[in-house]
C-alpha cells in the first residue's frame, strides 16, 4: 500500500489505492498558521458547512440526500497541529461496485456542494442553521470547562508558555458573541482563499476516474503554499518547574505535567522520544504505572504522552489532593533513573513490542490508515515499513540520551474537594 501524489497546481492530491476495505474515504485538508482569533470562526464555519448547502437548504433535506446515497458519512472538525489550524472535511461512501457506478460522482457532488455552494442569502449564512451551529457550540466550549481533566491540560499548557499549544481547541465565548451571519460568511471566503489544501483519497478505485472526478468537483481557485514552520521549537528551559495550584469543587484532583523537548535529533524525534515515553508512561507496563499506581496506588491513572508538533510531553493524573507531593516526588524520580540508565533489557523489548503492535493496528483501519499518512506528511515522518525497522534500533543509550532532553517546565493541580474518585 503505497501513496502516490498528484500535483493538481492549486492542491496535492494523495492516494491510496488497496482493495483491503469495502469504503473508498475522502479527507480534504485545509490548513493555515494559526491565529487565536480564528478559532471559534472556524469551528462554528465547519459545523455550518455540514449541516445545510445552498440546494440541501434543511438539515432534514441533507440528511434524506445522504440517505439517497447509502448513507454516506459526512463529517468536518478542526485540529491544531503545531503553528498550524487544520481542517478535515471527511467523506466515506460505499464503493459504487456494491451499490452503483453513479455513487462515486454523486457523492463527490455533494462533497463541492458542502465546500463551495454553502447556504447563503444576501451575502450572508442562513439565519436558523446559524442560530442552530452557534447554540452548540456554545455548549460545547461550556461543556468543555467542565470537565476536569481538559480543564487541567488547557490550564496547565496556559501557564507553560504563550505558544500556540495554550490555545483552547474549542474556541473562546467571548470571541463567539462577536460572529454574525455576515462577517462569518466573509471568513468563510476568505478561508478558502488563504488556506492550503490537500485532498486524500483511499480505497480500490480507477486512478484516471479519481483524478478527473477531483479535479472536477474539488476545484479550488486559489495556488497556496505553507510558509511558516509547523512544529514549535523551544528557546527556553527552566532550571526549576512551575507549580500551579487551584482550588475547585470537583471530586477527584487532576494533576497536568508539562515537560519541553529541547535539540531533539531527527530519530530521536522520530523514534527515541517514542520508546522513552513508553518506558516512562505511554505504555500498560510503564514505570509510572508500576511505581506510581500498582505499587504504592497514588494514582487512580497516570499516564504520558508526546506531542512532536508541539515539542512536548505531557503527564496527566488523577490523584487525592493529600498525595500530590508523594506523586511528584515519585515522578522526579522515575524520571532521573531513566537518565541515570535504569532501564532493563525486559522493559525496552515490551515497549518495542507494545508499539509495533500500534502501529500494526493502524493497518485494520482504514482511517487510521490515512491519519498515519497525515501525520507521515506534516510532521516528516517515515513510512510504516521503515517506522517498523528503525524503533527495533533503538537502544537503552538512546533512551539515556533523550531522556536528558526532557525539561520538567510546568506542574498543574487542579484540586479537589475531596479524595473521592
Known amino acids: 500500500m503505497k501513496e502516490k501524489v498528484v500535483d493538481l497546481k492549486y492542491a496535492k492530491l494523495h492516494l491510496i489505492k488497496t482493495n483491503k476495505f469495502r469504503s473508498i474515504n475522502f479527507k480534504v485538508l485545509l490548513k493555515e498558521e494559526i491565529k487565536k482569533e480564528d478559532i ?29 446515497l447509502y448513507s454516506l458519512y459526512l463529517s468536518s472538525f478542526n485540529t491544531r497541529i503545531g503553528n498550524y489550524l487544520v481542517t478535515r472535511f471527511n467523506l466515506s461512501i460505499l464503493n459504487p461496485k456494491y451499490t452503483e457506478n453513479s455513487m462515486l460522482e454523486e457523492s463527490l457532488e455533494l462533497l463541492h456542494e458542502v465546500l463551495f455552494e454553502p447556504n447563503v442569502k444576501n451575502k450572508e449564512f442562513d439565519k ?22 481538559v480543564y487541567a491540560n488547557l490550564a496547565m499548557l496556559s501557564h507553560l508558555g504563550n505558544g500556540a499549544y495554550s490555545y483552547k481547541g474549542y474556541g473562546y465565548l467571548e470571541d463567539l458573541e462577536k460572529i454574525t451571519e455576515k462577517n462569518l460568511y466573509e471568513y468563510y471566503k476568505e478561508f478558502l482563499y488563504k488556506s492550503c ?25 486559489t495556488i497556496k503554499k505553507s510558509k511558516g514552520e509547523l512544529i514549535i521549537y523551544h528557546d527556553k528551559i527552566k532550571m526549576r518547574p512551575s507549580i500551579f495550584i487551584e482550588d475547585s469543587n470537583f ?10 523537548l529541547k535539540d531533539l535529533t531527527e530519530f530521536e524525534r522520530k523514534y527515541v522520544i517514542n520508546m522513552y515515553n513508553m518506558i516512562l508512561g505511554g505504555g500498560f507496563n510503564s514505570k509510572f504505572m508500576q511505581e506510581i499506581r500498582e505499587k504504592n496506588s497514588l494514582a487512580y491513572y ?20 493529600e498525595n500530590f507531593d508523594k506523586v511528584i516526588s515519585r ?40 491519519e498515519n499518512e497525515i501525520a507521515r506528511d506534516l510532521l516528516n515522518l517515515d513510512n510504516l515499513e521503515v517506522r517498523q525497522e528503525e524503533i527495533k534500533k ?21 484540586k479537589g474537594d475531596n479524595n473521592g474518585a
Open 302 to 321: 497516570i499516564n504520558s504522552n508526546v506531542n512532536k508538533a508541539d515539542n512536548l510531553l505531557i503527564i496527566s493524573s488523577g490523584i487525592s489532593k
Open 197 to 221: 489544501v490537500d485532498i486524500y483519497v483511499i480505497g480500490e478505485f480507477d486512478e484516471k476516474e479519481m483524478i478527473s472526478l477531483i479535479k472536477e468537483k474539488i476545484d479550488f481557485k
Open 331 to 370: 515522578v522526579k524520580m522515575i524520571m532521573k533513573s531513566i537518565r541515570d540508565g535504569k532501564i532493563t533489557d525486559e522493559e525496552l523489548e515490551q515497549a518495542k513490542t507494545e508499539y509495533l503492535s500500534i502501529l500494526e493496528e493502524t493497518c485494520d483501519n482504514i482511517d487510521s490508515i490515512v
Open 40 to 68: 471559534t470562526k472556524r469551528n462554528l464555519l465547519t459545523d455550518f458547512l455540514v449541516l445545510s448547502t445552498k440546494k440541501y437548504k434543511t438539515r432534514k433535506e441533507l440528511a434524506l440526500k445522504i440517505q439517497d
Open 251 to 260: 471530586n477527584q484532583s487532576k494533576l497536568s505535567i508539562g515537560c519541553k
Open 394 to 414: 533503538v537502544t537503552i543509550e538512546d533512551i539515556i540520551n533523550v531522556s536528558k532532553k526532557v525539561h520538567l517546565d510546568t506542574i498543574y493541580l487542579l
Open 128 to 149: 436558523e442553521i446559524f442560530k442552530v451551529v452557534k447554540n452548540d457550540l456554545e455548549k460545547e466550549i461550556i461543556s468543555s470547562c467542565e470537565n476536569p481533566r
